[in-house]
């Protein structure tokens, strides 16, 4: 099994609403990643845990709060979002850390804050 | 920081080789990456160089070399299916030694 699932492929919600988006992985990896991707721009790493850990948080606004509940689900918290953080949400995981691991992507969350 | 160069749009026929190029700089070089990804899709993995020289995996090749800051991706034999974003992808120690992604290349494969 190579595969991140995500849930929902897409989410449409208002600024006041709260949600949360999940992310699964069972190929054992203990390194787990949020991006951020808007139309025709590269992926923005935003959260990184590692061992469950949260390990980089790239200054991301409070409105984003991450929770890995264990080494195999990722979740993203939202709050009182804004239009301009509408975009793909991808999440990734990996062996670990360090050198040569590649990143396994989900299919992303499609997410539309109007 | 980090500094990741790409062009942004490549156009090729059905059954050509086509070489997408990425330069970049970094202060902690510590691997680079290819991903593929299709619109609307996430980014698959495609190569991994962290030593000079050139991988190769069937109709992919992707070559680096460190003291030029170079790595660039060749697809042989093109297939219409291969019309997608290619992204360059570093890893920087002196940045958590995470992933910083280039723009990437919308490469567009016509008949």
């Known amino acids: 099994d190579t595969e991140v699932t995500q849930t929902p492929k897409h989410l449409v919600m208002g600024m006041t609403n709260k949600k949360s988006l999940k992310c699964e992985q069972h190929m054992g990896h203990r390194a787990m990643y949020w991006y951020k991707q808007k139309a025709k721009k590269p992926p923005e790493l935003m959260f990184v845990?590692?061992?469950?850990?949260?390990?980089i948080n790239e200054s991301v606004p409070s409105r984003f709060s991450p929770e890995c509940p264990n080494s195999s689900l990722l979740n993203l918290h939202l709050h009182a979002l804004q239009p301009e953080d509408s975009a793909l949400y991808l999440c990734?995981?990996?062996?670990?850390?360090?050198?040569?691991?590649?990143?396994?992507f989900g299919p992303g969350t499609r997410l539309t804050v109007t | 920081g980090q500094n990741i160069d790409q062009p942004t749009e490549m156009t090729a026929t059905e059954g050509a080789i086509v070489q997408i190029n990425c330069t970049y700089q970094?202060?902690?070089?510590?691997?680079l990456f290819w991903y593929q990804q299709h619109a609307g899709e996430a980014p698959t993995f495609l190569s991994y160089n962290v030593l000079d020289g050139l991988e190769e995996k069937g109709r992919f090749s992707s070559f680096l070399s460190r003291s030029k800051g170079y790595s660039y991706l060749l697809l042989k034999e093109l297939q219409m299916k291969d019309s997608a974003s290619y992204l360059c992808?570093?890893?920087?120690?002196?940045?958590?030694?995470?992933?910083?992604f280039g723009t990437g290349t919308r490469l567009t494969v016509i008949p």
């Open positions: 992808a570093v890893r920087d120690l002196a940045g958590a030694n995470n992933l910083f």
């Open positions: 845990y590692s061992y469950e850990k949260l390990s």
């Open positions: 970094t202060s902690g070089f510590n691997g």
């Open positions: 990734a995981s990996s062996q670990g850390l360090g050198e040569g691991y590649e990143q396994y």
